[in-house]
């Protein structure tokens, strides 16, 4: 075991982020082979309200994913309207966070479920839950994973999964949550967004050009990025990432997903 900790978590490097207190029962796991919309994610939220649970590996459109407090700055429309003529046009979302960039190479990993606590007592948990599935996943491909939050990177906190890079921990995941509540009863939905083999530096300047224009006065830093196939070869001695590996890598994720949620039914979608 390793020795270096995170001062924001704790944790030591190596350590699994925490135990999850709570575990749903999915309704379905879902691993859709085309782009889907991200859209759907609230579709899965209300279906959690209804006490159904889903689980989602997928893959976006090319845009950036804004919060919704982008538009309280007076050059948002514009800003918006510069990233898509650069290609990169700007969805809103309802969490919180920051700036992230969707698109080919980057694999979404949504949990929507109903929840009878509130976010207070089970927000750390819900993070530790979806961190430690893609941590499970990485591991199998010789990739060590763990919680910390990485100076510089897009949207960044203390639940991004790093690797260790040179000299200091670079982001290969980041984690958001939503939660909704009607009465006594919640519904939650955790998204993860993993760099699989996008180009860090194109998903940075994207950013970047959106944060310049909308005059937020954020800019973030390429070098805070990685991805996976980086960090396989990496770990491999510098060897080249076999593509199987990475196309197999929604089913790793959805095996460490039934690994630490073993009941309950599954209805699988290719």
């Not at 939220?45 to 007076?74: D, I, K, M, S, Y």
């Not at 839950?129 to 990177?153: D, M, P, R, Y």
């Not at 999964?161 to 980041?174: Q, S, T, W």
Request: aromatic share 8%.
């Amino acid at each position: 075991m390793l020795s270096q900790s995170n001062p924001a978590t704790g944790l030591l490097k190596g350590d699994r982020v925490a135990e999850p207190t709570y575990a749903p029962h999915w309704t379905q796991v879902l691993s859709p082979g085309e782009i889907i919309s991200g859209e759907r994610e609230l579709d899965w939220l209300e279906l959690a309200q209804q006490g159904q649970a889903t689980a989602a590996v997928w893959t976006g459109r090319q845009e950036l994913v804004a919060p919704l407090l982008c538009r309280r700055f007076p050059d948002f429309a514009a800003a918006c309207a510069l990233s898509a003529e650069s290609g990169w046009p700007v969805r809103l979302r309802r969490s919180g966070g920051g700036v992230v960039p969707q698109g080919s190479g980057i694999l979404n990993v949504s949990l929507a479920y109903p929840c009878t606590r509130a976010p207070g007592d089970l927000a750390d948990a819900t993070y530790a839950s979806i961190c430690n599935i893609l941590s499970e996943a990485l591991a199998g491909l010789g990739i060590e994973a763990f919680a910390h939050n990485v100076e510089g990177s897009f949207c960044d906190g203390r639940f991004n999964l790093a690797v260790a890079g040179d000299g200091a921990p670079r982001k290969i995941a980041g984690t958001a949550q939503y939660w909704r509540r009607a009465g006594n009863h919640y519904a939650v939905l955790v998204h993860a967004l993993l760099v699989v083999d996008a180009d860090p530096l194109a998903l940075t300047a994207a950013a970047n050009r959106f944060e310049a224009a909308l005059g937020s006065g954020r800019q973030y830093d390429a070098n805070a990025l990685t991805n996976v196939s980086q960090a396989w070869s990496a770990a491999h001695h510098d060897q080249t990432v076999p593509v199987a590996l990475l196309t197999e890598l929604p089913q790793r994720i959805i095996a460490a997903l039934m690994m630490f949620n073993p009941e309950g039914e599954y209805y699988g979608i290719t």
